[in-house]
């Protein structure tokens, strides 16, 4: 079994393998802008989870993943190659959904913007549905004659 410092040292090597194999040996013209944003490897080594985006609309995002379906043979012997581990990991691809989420936290973001500067513009114009200071105040002791008090019984 393997330590979590192994299996993020052999993740960073395969994101860089990958990516350069991306940009420089795999020629599929289906492969559009694909950027590998992470790699994931599993506690034993065996498993390796690539995320990658892809600059483009959602037909570059479909050819882009087959190309690197079609790639990941090619991609996994170089992986073996270049990593030296006994056992070569699987490799899958799964498309990143960092930049989507980025873009609906961002439009959200707006949209809070935006009602926080209608509401600033409401509280500007507001004004006080009653007195300006609505709590009592205790009576200034000079209305009340202290002669008044000891006449009660």
């Not at 860089?16 to 790699?39: E, H, S, W, Y």
């Not at 509401?119 to 009592?136: C, E, S």
Request: proline share 5%; charged share 30%.
């Amino acid at each position: 079994m393997a330590d979590a410092p192994r299996a993020r040292k052999l993740a960073e090597r395969i994101q860089q393998i990958v990516a350069r194999m991306l940009d420089t040996r795999i020629k599929d013209p289906r492969l559009g802008f694909v950027t590998v944003t992470d790699v994931r490897v599993t506690g034993d080594l065996q498993n390796a989870t690539i995320f990658y985006t892809v600059l483009g609309d959602e037909e570059a995002r479909s050819s882009s993943a087959a190309a690197l379906a079609s790639a990941k043979g090619i991609i996994r012997s170089e992986v073996g190659k270049q990593t030296g581990v006994r056992l070569t990991p699987t490799i899958e691809f799964v498309l990143d959904a960092v930049p989507e989420t980025a873009a609906n936290l961002e439009e959200a973001l707006r949209a809070a913007a935006e009602r926080d500067a209608e509401v600033a513009q409401l509280a500007a114009r507001a004004t006080y549905a009653g007195d300006a200071d609505p709590y009592r105040r205790p009576a200034e002791e000079d209305d009340q004659d202290p002669a008044d008090d000891d006449a009660r019984p």
